[in-house]
């Protein structure tokens, strides 16, 4: 959720230029959910990437902020620098968490891997899968940012993959295929999640965790029942990260209206599958009007946006590139709101009170304890169009939701593995 002009500078330490950004307030009384980089802690040495300055993208990475991280390299006058460390030291945040992704060497881990690499906030990244991850973080090592490349390889390995880690990232799963719904993957891929998770709770129970595999909206209840049944499990740090709907909302709606992306952010509710994905164009920031056929037409291609590029790859993978890169954004809010960030706002798809259903994509607050407050505004004042797809979804996603939770409470199958 990126709807704010920035204003960006940036401080030179050893080397490293890290942007120094502010965020106006948007809509709704909200602040867009980009990146600031105050902190205690200052960074002593540093070799890797340099941001740009004074700079207003129209991209962005992760959030606006961290895009400056990928500008080239400027050229300071030694006086500017060292008065902007003396002004802005105390605002640069150093690397301090550790992420693990399950399912590191995938179509979607191995981009998400890289743009996590990049991310100036984390000390560690801890790469797991059943196999060809070695040399993907044997690449990924000779990245010159801070975070320290470890892998881990087949079962054994997993819950070394795991210990002091913050946020756990699980992409792990087969890829949609021509003609597969998302319903096609559940037996596969509700295993793999049922068996990673399990290991999650019994190594880092405490850590974010942020379900990619599909279908999200049966994986996450059967991660919350596993935790559950180890007695680990707190609603406010597990989460569907459903942030690719918002990405491909926000993009879809700034083609068609021609607005800069940058300014544009449309909440998406429900969940993560066809009908179940209800972008409320009527709460669009900034406010525009559509006409019913658009609604219609942008509603119908957000909702059906895997299965366009599922096509358009034509058996050769499904949606990972832009995949990584919504979920990149999500852990890095996540971070953030981690490092004490109290203006960092997502949507997520989560145990929820919001409907009658117990899992509810919608915009949240996220917090050091993960959710620190849903925001009930979005479904307020709804259309009558979104109403009614509001109310048709949710006999679907409570299907969904109940296949999950009936399959995590069967007795494991033999052989399944992660």
């Known amino acids: 959720m990126a709807s704010a002009t920035l204003s960006m500078s940036s401080v030179s ?38 941001a740009g300055v004074a700079c207003e993208s129209e991209a962005s990475f992760f959030s606006h902020e961290s895009n400056g991280l990928l500008w080239s390299s400027v050229s300071r006058s030694k006086a500017i620098e060292n008065q902007q460390i003396e002004q802005k030291a105390g605002q640069i945040r150093a690397s301090t968490f550790k992420v693990a992704i399950l399912g590191a060497a995938g179509g979607i881990g191995q981009p998400l891997s890289l743009l996590i690499k990049m991310s100036p906030l984390i000390s560690g990244l801890h790469l797991y899968d059943i196999a060809n991850v070695k040399g993907v973080a044997a690449d990924l090592s000779h990245c010159n940012t801070p975070a320290q490349v470890l892998d881990f390889t087949g079962p054994a390995e997993l819950p070394n993959s795991l210990k002091g880690v913050n946020v756990v990232v699980i992409p792990a799963g087969v890829p949609r295929k021509p003609g597969m719904t998302r319903d096609d993957l559940f037996n596969i891929n509700a295993g793999i999640v049922r068996t990673l998770v399990e290991a999650v709770a019994d190594n880092c129970p405490n850590a974010f965790i942020q379900i990619i595999s599909n279908p999200v909206n049966s994986t996450v209840p059967i991660a919350a029942e596993v935790l559950k049944q180890k007695g680990v499990y707190d609603p406010k740090k597990l989460f569907g990260v459903t942030t690719l709907d918002v990405v491909r909302a926000n993009t879809f709606v700034a083609q068609k209206k021609n607005l800069r992306l940058i300014d544009v952010d449309v909440p998406v509710v429900g969940g993560h599958a066809g009908i179940t994905i209800l972008p409320l164009l009527s709460k669009t920031k900034p406010s525009v009007t559509f006409t019913q056929e658009e609604i219609k037409e942008l509603t119908v291609r957000i909702q059906n946006a895997g299965t366009e590029v599922v096509e358009a790859k034509a058996g050769a993978g499904s949606a990972t590139l832009s995949m990584a890169y919504a979920a990149a954004r999500f852990v890095e809010s996540s971070l953030r709101a981690l490092d004490g960030d109290s203006d960092v706002y997502e949507c997520s798809y989560i145990q929820s009170e919001l409907t009658e259903l117990p899992f509810f994509a919608s915009r949240i607050k996220l917090g050091k304890q993960g959710v620190e407050a849903v925001i009930p505004s979005d479904l307020e004042g709804l259309t009558e169009y979104e109403q009614k797809a509001l109310e048709a979804l949710k006999p679907e996603l409570k299907a969904s939701i109940e296949k999950g939770i009936v399959f995590a409470n069967k007795q494991a199958p033999a052989g399944t593995a992660a």
Do not use: H, N
């Open 13 to 50: 330490v050893s080397g490293f230029l890290a942007p120094i950004c502010e965020t106006r307030p948007c809509g709704a009384g909200l602040q867009a959910s980009a990146v600031s980089f105050p902190t205690k802690k200052v960074f002593k040495t540093f070799s890797g990437l340099k």
